[in-house]
């Protein structure tokens, strides 16, 4: 399984996502304004990894820090969180790896513990979204039926997860458990994860996938053919409106109007009951050259005004279900996301 | 106003619409098979302007064929009329054309009185469509209001008309009456005609405009600021049942879900009340290539199976209107339509 970033001991090697699948570039760094730009720009990307990458590129910069007076570390240190926190808005997993991390922090400890603890932290993070999209692999695949046709939106594999994806892990274990079942991707403009990177995961999997323009979903999903949409999620608020890739929100649409069943799969660090509904989450909005030049080609007239959300909200009622690792999460959300992430896995709804 | 296709005394001018807007390049050809070419490979695209088109071109081969015997000549120009009508499958009004261009051919003529028949015939058609397309212009102008921002999908200007334009000429039209709109320009993935085309005409008519991604137009139709979603039509079954580009659909319903009116804009050329609902409407399918390739660069891994349907229908229930050169037809379509086009406009519904 490849993976999107990984610890190396004194650096941090991050796998290049903007050159997947032509190059597998991958980028060593120690210094953490390397990690910043890497997530700002999507070198690396989906939330569950933005949330590794970041509690990484924390520790790196605590073992770089020039300081030997834990106040002072300290002090320096907060300043590096900030800056994390503020290199995307949408994902809430980054905002709470940064916090996980600053919870590390204890005055009382030297600056070498203070390294340490951030370290442990770190690995703890990437290991929990490990085991986590694992077990919603497994927890999903469930409901993926022998001889279903699976519509899936943007990339939530390995790459997007640092693990074993949420959406395409429940896919491609599905497949591994034997049952005979195709994907349509969606390209998902305008940085085409779904063509660039869902495609490649999926035939590095052996999975059979066809690959369609964002706007063909309707089609497919009305034509009875598409059994079921399964996507990823950015945060999910108490409610459960979900954000995620903008599109997503026009595929619940259509699959609700089509009564196909409409499936959100997210660990649960993905999740944000401190945000009551989708109306409260912001709303990325990237650089309208993302839409305008393609590979270096400007496609549009030289002078345009381009609008660029890169999420969309997707309100609870069209949800069929939540995916997370601690079980499958049914309507109401309000009530049952309450109930499965304040409980033990035993309490599942 | 630019005309995608103009008839010069013995040759064609067609704008290369593939190469808008970087270049503005004309074909100027009086070999029919290039005309053929250039609706196949959308040179020249949207349903009324290939209508016109394949009349011109059809009067173009009939210049060119080598018989002065009445009866060979009819034969020649069968196949003619065949070739046309196979360069694409979903556009009714070329088929309507070839008909009528069919239908001119008298048994009885000189070839060089068919010859004058089929120019006048083209010429004929080409100004009913121009009349028609300022018609539905000047109708459909009277649905948006002052402050309207209107969300419109692909290319229906005097590029996709050889005339006035559908949805595109009324936004222009509306805009030309003085009342402050603004227009949210849908990309139109695979073959950018929103971005390249919509936004090039919309900036010569002075028209503000903002282009976005096409599954970004649920994340506006939802958030109140989009008034209504006006699009063109490829060909309109006697139900209402609409085809239109890929992608319609989606909007139709996303719309429809957020109480957002839609319409559709076609001259009544592009009703086909021979088809009975939009089941029996042949969907084109083309390259792949179209969807992995943009600009010579290849955007997927090399290996890869993409599925690019070019058209959806769009059911009847979903569109609030249909404007025609004959006036606004309301729901019931299925009624309605039959009525407005069997009559003289004064019995327009």
Redesign the interface.
């Known amino acids: 399984m490849i993976s999107p970033v990984e610890w190396e001991g004194d650096s941090l090697k991050i796998l290049d996502q903007t050159k997947l ?1 032509d190059e597998i570039i991958y980028l060593n760094t120690d210094d953490y304004h390397l990690v910043i730009e890497a997530i700002s720009s999507l070198r690396v990307r989906g939330a569950p990894a933005i949330g590794v990458a970041a509690a990484y590129g924390i520790a790196l910069a605590a073992q770089k820090l020039d300081s030997n007076d834990t106040a002072e570390f300290i002090n320096k240190l907060d300043s590096v969180l900030e800056e994390f926190a503020s290199s995307r808005p949408t994902a809430v997993n980054l905002f709470k790896s940064v916090s996980r991390m600053k919870n590390t922090i204890s005055p009382d400890s030297s600056v070498e513990n203070l390294r340490e603890a951030l370290w442990h932290e770190a690995q703890k993070i990437h290991q929990e979204e490990r085991f986590a999209t694992q077990q919603i692999s497994k927890f999903g695949a469930i409901l993926i039926e022998d001889g279903f046709t699976v519509l899936t939106h943007c990339n939530t594999g390995p790459l997007a997860t640092a693990g074993y994806g949420t959406a395409l892990g429940i896919i491609i274990e599905a497949w591994r458990q034997g049952k005979k079942i195709d994907v ?1 991707a ?5 940085l ?1 994860q779904g ?2 990177l869902t ?2 995961e999926l ?1 590095q999997a052996g999975v059979p ?12 999903i ?1 034509s009875g053919k598409v059994k079921c949409v399964l996507i990823g999620a950015d945060r999910i608020a108490a409610s459960g409106d979900t954000a995620n890739k ?2 997503s ?2 595929l619940a ?2 699959a609700h ?1 089509n009564n196909v069943p409409f499936y959100v799969a997210a660990p649960s660090s993905t999740v944000d009951l401190s945000i009551e509904s989708g109306d409260d989450i912001i709303i990325e909005e990237r650089s ?1 050259a993302e ?2 030049n ?2 270096g ?1 400007q ?3 030289q ?7 890169a999420f ?1 909200i997707t309100p609870a009622e069209y949800i069929t279900s939540i995916i997370t690792e601690k079980g499958l999460i049914k309507q109401p959300f309000d009530k049952n996301l309450k109930k499965v992430l304040r409980s033990s896995k035993d309490a599942v709804s």
Do not use: C
Request: proline share 10%; charged share 15%.
């Open positions: 699948p349509l969606t390209e998902t403009r305008p085409f063509a660039r495609v490649w035939q996938v066809r690959l369609i323009i964002d706007s063909a979903a309707g089609y497919y009305k903008i599109g929100y026009s649409v259509i109007e309208p839409i305008t393609i590979g080609l496609i549009t007239p002078q345009v005004t381009a609008l660029n959300p969309d």
